[in-house]
């Protein structure tokens, strides 16, 4: 059965997606909005969409999935503007890097029979545009979903195996927890490289370019800073509470290597490059990455609120991914959720925490 997905916004992000989409055997039509004329040429000349339309509204009415694309602080308005367009049963994701104040915006209007869950690929570019769009982009990606008491069980696996298609590893996780992260790993870096370009570029003169010196740990470190001044702009200003504690953070941090430096405490030097390394070194790869053998984890549930975001929360605050999601012998009233996971011991983590939680859990393995 053909599935129509609609992406509103076609840059980097968007464009990515249609682009991925468009290589999976699942019978997917592909619709394409964008304000800019351009970048809707683009796509179709790429064939990364099967077809344009004129409008958000548009877009959202002949759609089952639809992605919003768009900048950080537009968001709220298009996934409005969608959900009073879509028609009943249809999902609506966003890519945006931040959660919780989108999903507190938008959730109090999206309509009975609708469903919104928040998303937020950690994939991205120094490039910009759909010119840049690589439909390889999510593969061995995390993508993060913010489910809430308000996601149904059934959109929600539909969007985790979508996405899962497309070689991402889809973790689920709290959006106010997801926006402290995110500042850590992603908005405060951005943050650093900026400031780190500034100081370079500033301590340059006429006689003496010290940038002509950059050498590959300058590079590699102050490559994001290449990044969309405008989009990095509106980042900050929605998620400014996690972004000040972080940048406070680093500067006590930055404090104590300083006084350490000019103290001339060889020990405290090196213990504090001693622990950035070991951290560094045991940061986990997904790169290249082999799947091991498959495990299923069969839990019986009662139709509840917030069930499965409870338990899609539960295993992805440990860091691990689901690799595909079902809904058995569903009834009004009760059913059991499926799971399936890569590896023993993340399964065995999984399972533990799911009963800790109160789930009966039956851990059995894939053949």
Known sequence: MKITVSVIGIGLIGGSLAAALKQQPEDYEVVGYNRNASAIDEALKRRIIDRAVSSPEEAASVADVI?????????????????????????????????????????????????????????????????????????????LLTPTDKTDMAAYKKLHSMLTSVGANVLAIDPQKHDQAVAIISHLPHMVAAVLMNLASSETSDTENILMLAAGGFKDTTRIAAG?????????????????????????????LRHAINKGDRDKIKDMLERAQSARLNLPSVLGKEMGRLYELYIPVTDRPGVI???????????????????????????????????????????????????????????
Not at 106 to 121: D, N, T
Not at 133 to 140: C, T
Not at 233 to 238: E, F
Not at 328 to 346: C, D, F, M, Q, Y
């Open 67 to 143: 992605f919003i694309a768009v900048p950080v602080r537009k968001i709220p308005e298009y996934v409005i503007r969608a959900a009073k367009s879509a028609k009943k049963g249809a999902i609506i994701t966003d890519v945006g890097s931040t959660k919780a104040n989108i999903i507190a915006e938008v959730e109090p209007h999206i309509p009975e029979g609708v469903h919104f869950i928040g998303g937020h690929p950690m994939a991205g570019s120094e490039r910009t545009g759909v010119s840049s769009a690589n439909p390889s982009l999510f593969k061995n990606a995390h993508y």
């Open 228 to 256: 969309s001044p405008r989009m990095w702009v509106d980042i900050c200003l929605d998620n400014r509470e996690a972004i000040i504690y972080s940048i406070e953070k680093i500067s006590n941090m930055l404090d104590i």
């Open 309 to 367: 975001s409870d338990i899609t929360l539960t295993v992805g605050q440990l860091g691990i991914n689901i690799e595909d999601i079902e809904i058995l012998h569903a009834t009004e009233v009760s059913g059991t959720i499926r799971l399936t996971i890569p590896e023993k011991e993340n399964a065995d983590k999984a399972a533990r925490a799911l009963t800790e939680r109160g789930y009966e859990v039956d851990l059995r393995t894939v053949e």
